[in-house]
């Protein structure tokens, strides 16, 4: 088959298009999925570029939650995969076979539902989508048929970005009529989080750039607050919430933004009801925040450092899409040997771009890839 092999750490020269690569045999209890796209996620980069240190800021490496690295070469990447199942493994009834289905992405430490202490992937601690096909655990390749859904935009809606950014949601405690701040709001993250606060009754505040404030607004956001100016930021925030300070932020950015976002919690404590909550899953603006530890426990803000989520949340997000409650924010479709430039695309996207890339091997381009490709490139 083809496939994407990445060969080791550093820049898209390390990805390598082979046309050879064996074709997966489903061990028991899985299913040998036909893929069709595969939405691709800023985690992609940060592992191929060992953008993951936890000991020392300028290490190269990848996450080791268990002890030992789980990410060798070569690697097939790519998390969010929809497809076709086309061959089942012993135990794996034969009606399976024509499903078509999105990928829940985790590779899950144990049978627990309600905890993932040790979070690793597909693309990642095993091969991923970025191929024609994968081999998945059947119990996580879940049966969407919705016909109004084409495959490259179910993949948009993969369980990398939607279930991380519910998991935000559900660490935070985030509750109905609750205002809640998402930054990076225009990324895949951003624009799940902007649907799931509305699915649950909460009031998204979106942080991004000006010119994506309608197509924000559509998605479900109450109001769009441009970064800017630091000094003015909070008072532009409390001017888009009539002055109430944020119950919860949805942190994607780090850097020397979070403590602001702090800021737009506690500027009247007087008037708030919950604790301050602070979940964060990215650092797109930077790896290291100053805060102010006495304003951390003084104010009693809650932080929650978040990673991926659970079986549960899975299955809650895929019954949301299944009922046409979430949908798909799709920038653009990129061939599989193409993945470089979608890579450098993806990193060098401007002000234009808004929700998620996806990947879709050449054999699939012409029915799943070609409807969605960029102006031009079709």
Known sequence: MAAMLLTGHGDVDRLVYRTDVSVPTPARGEVLVRVTATAKNNTDRKARE???????????????????????????????????????????????LGERGLLDFNLYPDARR?????????????????????????DQFHHVPNPELA????AAM???????????????????????????????????????????????YAVSQPDKADALRSLGAEAVIDRGDLPTFVDRVLEATDGTPIDAVMDLVGGEMTDRFIDTMIVDMARRTTYPRLSIAGASGGNLSELMWTRIY??????????????????????????????????????????????RYFVNRGSHYLGKIVIVPDAQWQEHGAPFALEGTK
């Open 114 to 138: 309600d905890l993932n202490l040790m979070p690793d992937y597909y693309g990642h601690g095993a091969d991923g989508g970025f191929a024609e096909y994968v081999a998945v655990p059947a």
């Open 158 to 204: 993969g369980m990398c970005s939607y279930q991380t950014a519910y998991h935000m949601m559900t660490s935070a405690r985030v509750a109905a009529g609750e205002r809640v701040l998402v930054t990076g709001a225009s990324g895949g993250v951003g624009t799940a989080l902007i649907q799931l606060c509305r699915t649950v009754g909460a009031i998204p």
């Open 50 to 96: 060992g953008l993951y240190p936890t000991k020392d800021k300028g290490e190269v490496t990848s996450f080791a939650m268990g002890g030992s690295p789980t990410l060798t070469f070569p690697r097939i990447q790519g998390a969010d995969v929809a497809g076709r199942v086309v061959a089942v493994g012993e135990g794996v009834p034969a009606a399976r």
């Open 298 to 343: 003084l104010y009693q803000v809650q932080i929650f450092g978040v990673s991926h989520g659970t079986r549960e949340e899975a299955e809650q997000l895929v019954a949301w899409i299944r009922e046409g409650r979430l949908k798909p924010v799709l920038h653009a479709a990129f061939k599989l040997s193409e993945l470089h430039e979608a890579e």
């Open 151 to 154: 495959d490259a935009e179910l």
